[in-house]
């Protein structure tokens, strides 16, 4: 059996712009001294006369892109995600966000799988930040193809979008010629009946792979690659979660403000149903290597089928 080829969804972010570039001289790109970490720097090598580094000051990075936009001009301002969202964070709320202009923010070395940068880079709390900024658009792709898809789908919104991107590579499971991207819908990526996985981000392959241990126990389970967070898919999750009455989320981030508060929100107001959220459990994250974060967090296939297993024998009794 061949291996399957794993590429780094901040590479696919780095290319999608050099594409982009290369259609649209409208597009300018922002970096904060790490051009190299966040892939940009590819399109600074394509298109030198659109990229600017405004050097270690993501605050200010973040007020020049808004600034950019007023001139009719899309810029993607990236940055790690813990910088992005969360240093600059009054900056895109006030400047990006309260006059809702068409600037893109690229976070990349989202969530544990950072690795050795340790908790400090660890951001597990962006999701929830970008949430709360009304207007803004929060989208977490799951592989290479749909990372560039996000991209370019990114370019052609009007108005703010804050795209989550990884470190670590992961698995390409997407058909490039097949598949297609649409901001704000879900994809079923293997129906079922017993119980709804709705995964974002590097737990969707992870998510895939579980759904296949529970098989082998008798378990059917949907699965639902959740692209966009916000805005969230409800009519997809509502219509699944009425069919199996029992959904696990699993995501690369805290359970508190993330995609699982997202559904929960969904499902309490429009249809009650017991929840499972898997992610980081009000925790920082430590140092190590991402493969073995992932495992030690339970947010691996094996950490996945383990709680889903743990959450169907509970809700028996219920």
Same mark, same amino acid.
């Given at each position: ?24 001289? !409208? ?192 378990? !059917? ?98």
């Amino acid at each position: 059996m061949s291996e399957v080829k794993k590429i780094a969804t901040r590479e696919s972010y780095g290319n999608a712009l050099v594409e982009l570039g290369n259609e649209h001289d !409208d597009l300018v790109v922002l970096t904060a001294d790490l051009a190299a970490a966040t892939k940009t720097g590819v399109f600074k090598k394509a298109h030198p006369d659109k990229h600017i580094n405004v050097g270690i000051a993501e605050a200010n990075m973040t007020g020049i892109a808004a600034g950019i936009a007023t001139t009719g001009k899309v810029p993607f301002c990236s940055s790690f995600a813990m910088f992005s969202a969360g240093r600059a964070f009054e900056q895109v709320r006030n400047s990006i966000g309260y006059p809702h202009l068409n600037v893109k923010i690229g976070a990349t070395h989202a969530g544990i799988s950072v690795g050795e940068d340790g908790a400090s880079h660890q951001c597990n709390e962006d999701i929830a930040l970008m949430r709360t900024i009304p207007g803004m658009v929060i989208i977490n792709p799951a592989d290479d193809v749909e990372a560039r898809a996000a991209v370019k789908a990114a370019y052609e919104y009007v108005g703010p979008v804050y795209l989550r991107f990884g470190r670590a590579a992961v698995p390409v499971f997407n058909d490039e010629a097949t598949y297609k991207f649409e901001m704000g819908k879900g994809i079923v990526l293997k129906e079922g009946k017993d119980v709804t996985i709705v995964a974002t981000g590097l737990t969707v392959p992870e998510s895939m792979e579980a759904a296949k241990m529970l098989a082998n126990d008798g378990i !059917d389970a949907e699965v639902i690659n959740i692209h966009t967070i916000k805005p969230l898919d409800e009519e997809l999750i509502l219509k699944s979660a009425k069919k199996t009455g029992k959904v696990v989320t699993a995501e690369e981030h805290s359970v508190i403000g993330g995609l699982g508060s997202a559904v929960c929100d969904c499902l309490s107001e429009k249809l009650p149903t017991p929840v499972k959220k898997i992610g980081m459990y009000d925790v920082f994250g430590e140092s190590g290597s991402a493969s073995a974060l992932i495992h030690k967090y339970q947010l691996d296939a094996e950490g996945i089928y383990n709680q889903i297993k743990e959450f169907l024998n509970k809700t028996k009794t219920w």
